[in-house]
């Protein structure tokens, strides 16, 4: 999913049962620029510390994402 199509997901689209639990399968590997905005700046300092372009975007992604899944929860 595209950052972008986040905005278009209702509340409750992700309403979970006590007995319900989400699985969610996101692609890190591509370049999501836009979920850098969303990283705190120790989350930034530890990105930066990656030596390899591809494990920074990874990790760029992966916080990101959670940032904007968690976010839809609350």
């Not at 692609?27 to 930066?48: A, F, V, W, Y």
Request: glycine content about 4%.
């Amino acid at each position: 999913m595209h950052p972008s199509q986040f905005s278009s997901l209702s509340f409750q689209d992700l309403r979970t049962a006590d007995d319900q639990v989400d699985l969610w399968l996101i692609h890190l590997e591509k370049g999501q620029s836009e979920l850098s905005g969303l990283l705190d700046p120790e989350e930034t300092r530890r990105r930066e510390r990656f030596h390899f372009q591809r494990h920074r975007r990874r990790f760029n992604n992966a916080r990101g994402y959670l940032r904007l899944i968690l976010s839809r929860y609350l």
